[in-house]
């Protein structure tokens, strides 16, 4: 019997080695600008450098990201739409919520600005004058909390956005933007993906201004109590990873040497919700 064992034990350390013995990688879902920016690059080496955790990241729109995460397909979230947020709470999807970072929106278009962008005192004003002026206008179109931010623009502006001028990528950010620049159009996006594809767009900020384009980034650990297959330690390895102050200091200098800002900001003590 004895001569059996090894060769046994040597044929599981293989089948394990390749198959279903191997650790899981942790899966965050995620909105597709914490990833256009380059912020995720940035980051998750050292995590995973520290912890040995490999981190699987599924970039999407904010509701695609929170409806992997409801089937119980992701371990954490890190996305940006506050009502959508609060539904996933009060549904017990999430077993911690975290404000983490945040930036703000912008609205870019040609640098004629048709519209008149530029001059308008709000940012639902803003959106109205594009709108009236009937001038195209690329909408993510995705359920992203992009666009949920849009949509809360236009609705601000009483404005009902269609016809042949509003058009929808269903794309992520940086495609949508290549996508405006072509059709030398108007969209709305956040700061930090528009500075990351600048130098390959003719479209500029046109306005920026107002608590109405503010841009907050939560993070989540899905629940294991609904989900009791996640990886919630893993979560929580790297809920602890982000919100640690070498992390934060990492997230706050982001982009400031290539592009004269960083692309987001943090909050000084990032709050948990429940």
Aim: glycine share 8%; proline share 5%.
């Amino acid at each position: 019997m004895r001569r059996y064992i090894a060769p046994i034990l040597l044929l599981l350390l293989v089948v394990c080695g390749a198959t279903w013995c191997a650790p899981r990688p942790l899966i965050l879902a995620t909105t597709t600008s914490t990833y256009d920016s380059g912020l995720l690059d940035f980051i998750l080496p050292e995590l995973e450098r520290r912890t040995g955790i490999d981190v699987k990241v599924i970039a999407v729109g904010t509701g695609q990201a929170l409806e992997i995460a409801r089937r119980g397909d992701a371990d954490a979230v890190l996305v940006h739409a506050p009502d959508l947020e609060r539904e996933f709470i009060r549904q017990g999807q999430a077993a911690g919520h975290w404000r983490l970072m945040y930036n703000h929106f912008v609205i870019v278009g040609p640098a004629a600005d048709p519209a008149d962008v530029r001059a308008a005192p709000t940012a639902a004003q803003a959106m109205r004058r594009i709108g009236d002026a009937r001038v195209p206008f690329v909408s993510r179109g995705d359920e992203s909390g992009t666009h949920q931010q849009e949509l809360l623009l236009w609705r601000a502006a009483k404005t009902t956005p269609a016809g042949d001028w509003y058009l929808e990528s269903g794309s992520g950010m940086a495609a949508t933007l290549r996508l405006a620049d072509e059709k030398d159009a108007y969209t709305l996006s956040d700061i930090g993906t528009y500075l990351s594809q600048k130098g390959r767009l003719r479209l500029a900020v046109l306005y920026e201004k107002g608590d109405e384009l503010l841009n907050r980034y939560s993070l989540m650990a899905v629940s294991p109590k609904t989900h009791p297959g996640v990886n919630y330690a893993g979560a929580m390895r790297l809920v602890r990873y982000f919100l640690a102050a070498d992390t934060l200091k990492r997230i706050a200098s982001f982009g400031a040497d290539r592009f004269g800002q960083p692309l987001f900001r943090v909050y000084e003590r990032p709050s948990q919700r429940r």
